[in-house]
């Protein structure tokens, strides 16, 4: 079997999807996207392609490791996002050959089904307690929110007093039996991450995400070191490198790898192999589409340490088009009482609708993330 070709297509509501194709009519999909760089991501594949055209798409490791030494620059968001898009593709290649899921080749599932969470609140967090009580009501056992919006690096009590608000009315809404994610989203700055990991304790969080950015995770002892719920980041990490001192320093209980942003799920698995020997969770990050999803799934079943499963249906992103609409049959995404069922199909276990994806391309945008400003005109944490 030879790779003869490949396909990109940006789609809305900010994502990128490839197509691998064979000489044996066997293709795989992938999604390759940074969020806000989409356009960035597709031209760095399409440089990646010219090294696996007439290459054996079974060889999944060693086209991984083609693909991130060939190169001598290396590694970075960019590159590991194509990376991740082109492998989570040749996995689906693999096993739509074999004629089984994904999750067989790598090992065989360790469970069932896996628990998800969704999200609500916005990126300035609103109306949490009667959105709180609709997921739940939706079967749902736990949910991620934002914490706060910008903060400026020492900012007022007032705002802390706020957030603190906001999770009180999540926590009110639901009991103590629902998981509450708080997400910094690296919007808070240590002096005021120290006060405010400090007045959520008694809320108690499922786990805050980024309590700072990555570039700040030596602080991580100093701010968090006492409390006493798990703290959680990596969404912005993006290989086993990058990870290795987070474990081997013991700054946090979860990790979140992006499946199409930390170089697949060849890479993926290694860093959730690596998380287990430290005793660490993993959570991964997808706020994504459909593909990332399901290779997300695919680590997640196999990996003893997952606990628990992102996913963007209904997010405050997803305009225009949602997860389950890029499919030809919805149900193996479908989620059931707050977990989704083992994938079985062969491959990633889902069928992307291509008419449709090629319809939605001639419509996408050229999302950016917000640019946001505090009040003295200086740039703030989106």
Known sequence: MKITGLKTWRVPPRWCFVKIETDEGVHGWGEPVLEGRAATVEAAVHELSDYIIGKDPRRIEDIWQMLYRGGFYRGGPILMSALAGIDQALWDIKGKALGVPVHELLGGAVRDKMRMYCWIGGDRPHNIGRQAKEVVDRGFTAFKMN????????????????AVARIAEARDAVGMG????????????KPMAKILLKELEPFRPMFVEEP???????????IAGNVCYPIATGERMFSRYDFREVLERGYVDILQPDLSHCGGITEGRK?????????????????????????????????????????????????????????????PLQIVDGYLPLLDKPGLGVEINEAFVEDRSKHASNWKNPIWRHEDGSIAEW
């Open 271 to 331: 860093i959730a192999t690596m998380a287990e020997a430290y005793d660490v969770a993993i959570a991964p990050h997808c706020p994504l589409g459909p593909i990332s999803l399901a290779a997300s799934l695919a680590v997640d079943f196999v990996s003893h340490n997952a606990f628990i499963q992102e996913q963007s249906m209904g997010i405050h992103y997803n305009k225009d088009n949602d997860v389950l609409d890029y499919l030809l049959d919805p149900s």
């Open 212 to 222: 700072v950015v990555a570039e700040h995770l030596r602080s991580l002892p100093e």
């Open 147 to 162: 914490g706060t919006p910008e903060l400026a690096i020492i900012d007022s009590y007032e705002k802390i007093d706020a």
């Open 178 to 189: 629902v998981g509450i994610g708080v997400d910094f989203h690296g919007r808070v700055h």
